[in-house]
């Protein structure tokens, strides 16, 4: 009996060691696999360059389906990099702006901007002169944005060792590694974060992020194909306006004359047409060589700039509606026609460049146009753009030649050669106010706010409309007998596009122009004159609170929050956002406007939303120290801190069912984030389901 007792005690030690082992080989196991995701490891160097002058090195390997942004990224989309050197003052002085490796452009229908974003790796150089001789280190920080299906608002500081200015001579070149500090965040755990996003990415509604985000590798060759082909539609446009259109049957009659045989005289229209592509490929590349590739990639977010193409393309509107007339001086013209008598292949460079000082009245205004929307994919995109523009433009003059028989097809010239100017003028002036709104935007004036800007396109579209149907004749139009047959149909879609504009005046969203306007959210009626979306205006308002996306009440603190759901008795999620996360606002376009998602998003829950971006500062005495020794000062650093501590992962958008005492309502998934309609009312509805 005794044997048995000790068999027992003996077994029943071996199995207690036994479940300590396993319980602490599993805590090891999540503690070392489930931890804050840091998609960006970041390593620095200084390299010398002169004797006082020095370029810091920032490189960053981005792990694979990650992109981080660039600090050229538009205001108004998602996070730009931020950049900072905390010790600079009398101790250094920075050389111009730091400079990027290589990026990525693509258009981001989200934000509706144009995004540069960093794939693979992230390069990053600062030059700067040291001014004190004592300086011991360079203390810099970046504030950055990384996202796939979720994003991360992140923090890196460097502390970089400078070499005694008094060893430099010692020291060439010196090169050291910077000491790296840890992000805001510590090393916490994440609980269901890898398993959300492996089910969204089967379980999600297609968007175009999402295919965006799968074929991203080729996001810069897409943008300049873009680029290419609506190059190679203006160009195609250039060659039915009244200056360019006559131009081809004189053109190729006397190539086909002037030529000993027909292959000489087909010779001579392909050299033409070749000499008109290098003419203006040339202009491409003399704007990317002036501007260079610091200036084009801030085009999109430079109020001068977008101020200046405002004025230009009005210019060009109004010459192109018959105002006045632009033209290059006609001794360039006389100089150039005298060159192109001297035959051979020089003489016919010369013709081709009579052609486009000729005919700049009409190419002038649609090149500009084309080199300022071109310029905002970088510096190769204004050589893209004139490729596609001038091959458009020679092609016909190559291809009547080799087929003179072709020239009795074309119609004649007429009346509605200035009815394409006149309409191009329309368009010229409709696109203007795009960027007089990207100025407006960036400024945050409202003085072109959404209903404003709409209300100006209902203006020109139906103008064009009217001067279509004939009903509206400007300076140089010839007497309108009767309009034929195309003109008819152009003005009916003119007419359509016009009577599709106006409900966007009450909230429509006009998702076939979502790339033009101001967003609904930058309008005098953020959710449309009188959406029933909207709560009754009479209605007031709880403390604290706003209307949100397709007008849910939401709150942006937690506390102003809490309190409301204590006195209605409701449960709360909590959002956490940002301004500039992307996937975020798809989730709020594509899930909670489902409709099976909207009503519980507003009747049921109470909606805390957070922002981890917002980088306005807390009071002095809500400022604190972290944990870890990081100093919260901002309202973002402040729901970051709160996120990382206390759901234990630092990606957004994420997602908390909580009662009124911040338990979490859903056990089997404590949070989510980027995932498909059906699972997210599924989650939502379980932890609503369990609140008591």
């Not at 600079?88 to 989200?110: M, P, R």
């Not at 190059?231 to 053109?251: D, E, K, Y």
């Not at 998702?511 to 909207?534: D, H, M, N, Q, R």
């Amino acid at each position: 009996m005794k044997s048995n007792t000790n068999r027992q005690v003996i077994i029943s030690n071996i199995w207690n060691k036994l479940t300590v082992f396993l319980m602490v080989f599993i805590f090891a196991f999540a503690k070392g696999n489930a931890q804050i995701l840091e998609p960006v490891k970041w390593t620095s160097k200084i390299e010398k360059k002169s004797e006082t002058n020095f370029v810091l090195i920032f490189d960053g390997i981005i792990e694979k389906e990650w992109h981080m942004y660039s600090q050229f990224t538009p205001e108004g989309g998602p996070l730009a990099l931020e950049i900072a050197f905390k010790n600079q003052k009398g101790n250094y002085e920075l050389i111009g702006k730091a400079k990027e490796g290589k990026t990525k452009t693509a258009f981001n229908d989200i934000f509706g901007v144009n995004e540069t974003f960093f794939e693979g790796k992230a390069h990053i150089e600062q030059e700067i002169k040291v001014i004190n001789p004592n300086l011991k280190t360079v203390e810099a920080e970046f504030d950055f944005q990384v996202c796939k299906e979720v994003c991360i608002n992140s923090n890196k500081k460097f502390s970089i060792a400078i070499p005694s200015l008094s060893k430099v001579e010692a020291a060439i070149p010196t090169i050291t590694e910077a000491k790296l500090d840890e992000t805001k965040v510590p090393a916490l755990v994440v609980d269901t974060l890898n398993t959300t996003v492996k089910t969204a990415k089967t379980e999600t509604v297609q968007t175009k992020l999402d295919v965006k985000e799968k074929a991203q590798a080729p996001a810069s060759a897409r943008s300049l194909w873009s680029v290419f082909l609506v190059a190679f539609l203006f160009g195609f446009t250039a060659l039915l306006t009244p200056c360019v259109f006559p131009m081809i049957p004189m053109t190729v009659s006397f190539f086909t004359k002037q030529s000993k045989t027909r292959a000489s005289g087909i010779r001579n229209a392909i050299i033409y047409g070749i000499s008109i592509i290098v003419i203006y490929v040339s202009l491409g590349f003399l704007v990317s060589w002036i501007f260079g590739a610091d200036a084009l990639n801030s085009l999109a977010t430079n109020v001068w700039f977008n101020i200046g193409f405002f004025v230009l393309l009005i210019i060009f509107a109004t010459s192109f509606l018959g105002g006045f007339e632009i033209m290059l001086p006609n001794s360039w013209a006389n100089k150039v026609d005298q060159q192109a008598d001297r035959g051979g292949i020089i003489g016919i460079l010369f013709m081709a460049l009579a052609l486009a000082i000729v005919s700049f009245s009409c190419t002038g205004p649609i090149v500009g146009s084309l080199l300022v929307e071109a310029a905002t994919n970088g510096v190769i995109g204004p050589i893209v753009g004139m490729f596609g523009f001038s091959l458009a433009l020679a092609l016909p003059f190559m291809l009547f030649a080799m087929f003179p028989g072709w020239l009795n097809s074309l119609p004649k010239s007429g009346g509605w050669l200035n009815t394409v100017k006149v309409v191009l003028g329309f368009l010229e002036l409709a696109f203007a106010f795009k960027f007089l709104s990207n100025a407006d935007l960036v400024l945050q004036l409202h003085f072109l706010e959404r209903e404003v800007f709409l209300a100006i396109w209902i203006a020109i579209f139906g103008a064009l409309a009217l001067y279509l149907f004939g009903k509206i004749t400007l300076p140089h139009d010839s007497p309108l007998q009767h309009i034929s047959v195309g003109r008819l149909y152009l003005g009916l879609l003119t007419l359509a596009f016009t009577v599709y504009l106006i409900p966007g005046l009450w909230g429509a969203p006009l998702k076939l122009i979502s790339a033009f306007p101001p967003p609904p959210t930058y309008s005098e009626s953020p959710f449309g004159i009188g959406s029933s979306g909207v709560p009754n205006k009479t209605k007031k308002l709880p403390r604290g609170a706003k209307l949100g996306p397709h007008g849910i009440i939401v709150f942006d603190d937690y506390e102003n929050g809490l309190a409301y759901a204590k006195s209605v008795n409701k449960p709360i999620m909590l959002d956490f956002t940002g301004h500039a996360c992307q996937n975020c606002r798809l989730m709020e376009n594509n899930v909670w406007s489902d409709p099976t998602i909207l009503p519980i998003l507003k009747n049921d829950v109470v909606l805390i939303s957070l922002y981890v971006d917002d980088k306005r500062p807390l009071p002095k005495n809500k400022q604190f120290m972290t944990a870890s020794g990081e100093k919260i000062e901002t309202i973002g650093d402040k729901w970051t801190e709160f996120m990382i501590s206390k759901y234990k992962t630092n990606t957004q958008p994420l997602y908390v069912i909580t009662d009124l005492d911040g338990k979490n309502l859903n056990d089997s998934k404590p949070t989510i984030s980027y995932v498909g309609v059906e699972e997210y009312s599924t989650w939502l509805k379980q932890g609503i389901s369990n609140f008591k």
